[in-house]
């Protein structure tokens, strides 16, 4: 049976099913899968990311890297001439046979039409600049056509790139995608990094859901404050972190250049940006592995570093973890989920903490950021720290509470007791770093 496709919710906020089910999008950055796998290299990945519960995988049709020029695993080129209107049907068949692949295995593609480096050349990027709004909704009416039938498609136009000054462009490929498939799709749009695409898009008719790119400069970057301005935008859309700090990624807030030699994002940095955007309100997260999404095997020229391969990288600890996110989120009333500043009163903004050397914070380090249920039937707090004392005002919930730890290493939990609509201090602990302090009225089926 084929997928359902994917909508956003009767509220906005979230991301559904077209059989009204809640889909907690779990994404995974594998912008060269089409580009550097060969098919039965692809099926391993996708096996892997399925296992692990990923539901989405962002991949990209026209590559960043030479992916005009450098052919596929298969030897093929994706254009004749880099004309967006010259399709090269051998090339594309690879594509359609690892998207439909990912269907059989119950996986979603985030399909980017074209890296941003093909639209304008400015920042980064090798290109060539290839679009114009006429070539783009003609490419976008082909892959629009060759898709109809594929529900598992999400569409991510954009691709590290700012969209101002380009969004006649963007707007004629969505136009091109939404003639050729004969329907509005799901869409979106990929930024660069410390950008959201609420900065200029949020307002486009086409555009479903706003992404942001916290990205790989800083320590503990505040993708949760990014996620709180796109919440509070109107009209009301959904939004998430589609490309926050890498596993396995040099971190480098120092020089940009990216030197292994100061260490390396680890899963502890990814499960602080995943818990804390989707707390702030996020109707999901991407997870991204540093050489994962370039596939970096040694017959390809590294980028920024990688290590290890990606036929490794793919059971790195951050990668195994992020199921018990998604699955946490779904075990509860998931529609009626909204942000809870209310439950920390002693937490102030971000923003009052000002520091010197802004590269490296501790404010941001230690900052818990909670959610709950509109009707008090849950809370949850992250703690992003062990030992860490925070004071948790109970009285948005609704009767007796019954508090428990969450292991987001695990999954597992471990009861503390009941506690009434009081202010309470609850000490986050030794062991860890992290965890999630999980209040149920006390109707709530425990995990």
């Known amino acids: ?36 796998l060969s098919l039965p290299e692809a099926e391993h990945y996708l096996d892997v990311r399925r296992q ?75 290109g060539p600049v290839i679009f114009n709004t006429d070539n783009a909704r003609i490419y976008g009416r082909f892959l629009g056509e060759r898709y109809r039938n594929d529900p598992n498609i999400v569409w991510i136009l954009g691709g590290d790139r700012p969209a101002e000054g380009y969004e006649a462009i963007w707007t004629a490929m969505a136009q091109g995608i939404t003639e050729g498939l004969g329907f509005k799709p799901f869409f979106t749009y990929h930024p660069m990094g410390g950008m959201s695409s609420s900065t200029t898009l949020h307002t486009a008719d086409w555009l479903d859901m706003n992404m942001l790119q916290s990205g790989h400069h800083l320590m503990d970057a505040p993708n949760w404050e990014m996620i709180r301005a796109d919440y509070a935008r109107t009209p009301v859309k959904p939004a998430l972190d589609g490309e926050p700090n890498y596993e396995h990624h040099p971190v480098d807030p120092y020089t940009r250049l990216w030197k292994p030699e100061y260490g390396r994002f680890t899963d502890y940095d990814v499960r602080k940006q995943a818990y804390r955007s989707v707390f702030a309100g996020a109707c999901g997260f991407t997870y991204g592995s540093h050489s994962v999404w370039q596939m970096y095997a040694p017959k390809h020229e590294p980028v920024n570093h990688p290590a290890p391969t990606w036929d490794e990288a ?134």
């Open 1 to 36: 049976m084929p997928l359902p496709r994917i909508r956003v919710s009767a509220n906005r906020r979230f991301l559904m099913t077209e059989h009204g089910e809640p889909f907690f999008w779990l994404g995974d950055t594998a912008w060269e899968l089409f580009h550097r």
């Open 52 to 126: 692990q519960g990923f539901n989405l995988i962002q991949a990209v049709a026209l590559a960043e890297l030479d992916g005009l020029h450098t052919p596929n695993a298969n030897g093929h080129i994706p254009l004749a001439g880099d004309d967006p209107t010259r399709p090269n049907e051998f090339y594309f068949r690879h594509v359609d046979a690892i998207i439909r692949m990912a269907a059989e295995k119950g996986l979603y593609i985030g399909l980017l039409p074209t890296w941003g480096d093909k639209v304008h050349a400015r920042l980064w990027g090798i």
């Open 314 to 447: 793919i059971f790195a600890p951050g990668a195994r973890q992020l199921i018990h996110l998604k699955n946490l989120m779904l075990s509860r009333p998931y529609f009626t989920r909204i942000p809870a500043p209310d439950l920390l009163p002693d937490v102030a903004p971000l923003s009052t903490h000002v520091e010197k050397d802004n590269r490296v914070n501790p404010f941001r380090a230690a900052h818990p950021v909670a959610t709950r249920d509109s009707e008090g039937a849950y809370g949850l707090v992250y703690f992003p720290l062990a030992e860490q004392t925070l004071t948790v005002d109970l009285r948005p919930l609704r009767g007796h509470i019954r508090a428990s730890w969450f292991d987001s290493r695990s999954g597992g939990t471990h009861p503390i007791g009941g506690y009434e609509r009081n202010i309470v201090t609850f000490t986050s602990p030794i062991a860890g770093p992290d965890w999630v302090l999980i209040l149920d009225a006390e109707s709530m089926t425990q995990l």
